[in-house]
């Protein structure tokens, strides 16, 4: 621990009057404990603003989302990042699960679930199914910080909702302050005095739409249950989400200039590759003979070609400049960007040239607990969960739902490093009663049931059939000799009780 030696200030507080001058002193000590927190010529033009959540959002947002999608567009590793991340979080999509034990009701619910989610019926567009659009809106949170999904009433599959989704441009952040009933609205978003959201202002259109003129849209007030906010978020209180990459979207622009001048810097120096000089003895006599008479020089050198020369001239070959360090560089930058967005190194660039088995796993192990965050505790609970009761309510008044059926979100699988090491790792696990054969199932991104089903399904056929695979537990052991049937017990097993 450094002791501070009291400076002229220090001695002169001191003199006026001891007390103070000891209390100031007692502060400086305790503030340079904490080596960030000293004022120093170390710290000289760090600027730290102390402000919230909120007035750095509403000084920086949009130009920052710019520069986001600017990135996304322009430059391959923020694409990569862009996509590589929704792909993780969502896969072939965040599926539900009914959770219901009276098989008629649970049949019937199920029809009208996949015949509504698994569709272009869920989408007011009727582009994307209900995963599709999981990946539209990680997409738009890694990019643009947020998503909007609003809710609409219409029929479809049999169903009254449709959902949309709209970019947080159509936030009007020109809505600030207090309104007559005492609500807040802050940055577009509306408030009761207790702190909940009520409402939001949003445009009609996408401001940024040239077709539309900013005088000639308007926002409109959107209750809260009708729309969805989906942002991942970082500090208590923040309402609004910041793109992903905003700490490292400087070095991404500073990497692809840096790029773009080495790659000009080679091929203007690659236009001079030849160059003809005369000889001393012949320079004056050179610069004023005639340039149409005698041999002419070719502008271009091909190859095997042979060229005289006159006497006294002599031929030198520019140097162009080389690009040392430059991979160095670059895999300097993109670490940091990789660490920026939270993803491996190798699954930014696809360089998997220094990995191995066992750094590969590793990288993934720490990715994947990033994957499961965002899953847990950002898409589930802010789409999935509110969507699942728009769709309850809906069947509900139509007669489908007698109540609010129970749901359990499965998310895709993940894809294994090394099966022959973690398959047998799984069954262990069910074996010894770590995780259920239902739970072993679904982090393989199946339905139990429905792989239940399947599963007799195929057996029945095989039975039906007279053969035998090697993979049937029933017939052949694991060790691959023939063990007797198991007794019928009319169809059922202990997963069915």
């Given amino acids: ?177 207090t309104t007559n009933g005492n609500n807040n609205i802050i940055q577009g978003i509306e408030y009761s005095p207790r702190g909940r959201r009520v409402a939001y202002w949003l445009y009609d259109h996408h401001p940024g739409d040239q077709f539309y003129r900013m005088t000639q849209i308007s926002s409109r007030r959107i209750p809260a249950s009708e729309v969805l906010h989906i942002y991942r978020i970082d500090r208590p209180g923040q309402v609004r989400g910041v793109p992903w990459g905003a700490p490292v979207l400087l070095r991404l622009r500073d990497f692809d200039e840096y790029t773009d001048a080495q790659l000009i810097r080679q091929k203007i120096a690659a236009c001079f590759s030849v160059f003809i000089k005369p000889g001393d003895q012949f320079g004056a006599l050179a610069s004023t003979a005639d340039p149409t008479e005698g041999p002419v020089l070719p502008e271009k050198v091909e190859p095997g070609m042979i060229e005289m020369l006159d006497n006294g001239k002599e031929v030198a070959f520019g140097s162009p400049p080389g690009v040392s360090g430059f991979g160095e560089y670059a895999t300097t930058s993109l670490h940091e960007v990789a660490a920026g967005y939270g993803v491996p190194y190798s699954v930014l660039t696809g360089d998997l040239r220094q990995v191995n088995f066992s750094s590969g796993r590793l990288g993934l192990i720490t990715f994947y607990r990033n994957v499961t965050n965002w899953q847990q505790h950002l898409l589930i609970p802010q789409l999935c969960e509110p969507v699942w009761r728009w769709f309850a309510e809906a069947a509900q008044t139509i007669g489908a739902f007698d109540d609010a059926m129970p749901v359990r979100w499965s998310p895709p699988r993940r894809q294994l490093t090394d099966p022959a090491r973690e398959i047998p790792a799984i069954r262990d696990a069910v074996r010894s009663g770590l995780i259920t054969h239902r739970e072993a199932i679904r982090q393989q991104g199946f339905d139990p049931d429905d792989f239940i089903d399947e599963v007799r399904e195929f057996n029945d056929q095989l039975d039906e059939r007279g053969l035998v695979f090697d993979t049937d537990p029933r017939r052949v052991s694991s060790a691959g000799l023939s063990q007797p049937a198991q007794p019928d017990t009319g169809g059922s097993n202990a997963e069915d009780e």
């Avoid at 000293?38 to 947002?61: F, M, V």
């Avoid at 590589?84 to 539900?96: D, L, Q």
């Fill in 1 to 177: 621990m450094s002791r501070v030696k009291p400076n002229l200030i220090d001695r002169v507080v001191s003199w006026a009057n001891p007390r103070a001058g000891l209390q100031r002193l007692q502060y400086r000590q305790a503030v340079a404990l904490f080596e960030g927190a000293e004022r120093g010529r170390r710290t000289k033009g760090w600027r730290a603003p102390n402000s919230s959540i909120q007035s750095d959002t509403r000084r920086g947002l949009t130009l920052l989302r710019a520069r986001s999608r600017d990135l996304a567009q322009n430059n391959a590793h923020a694409a990569a990042a862009h996509r590589e991340i929704p792909a993780a979080i969502v896969g072939h999509g965040i599926t539900p699960h009914l959770l219901i034990t009276d098989a008629p009701a649970r049949a019937r619910a199920e029809a009208l679930t996949k015949a509504w989610f698994d569709t272009t019926a869920c989408d007011a567009q009727g582009q994307l199914n209900f995963y599709g659009i999981q990946n539209l809106i990680a997409k738009s949170i890694v990019e643009s910080g947020e998503a909007l999904v609003v809710r609409r009433r219409r029929m479809s599959a049999g169903i009254p909702l449709q959902i949309e989704v709209l970019e947080p441009d159509h936030i009007d952040t020109s809505k600030d302050g």
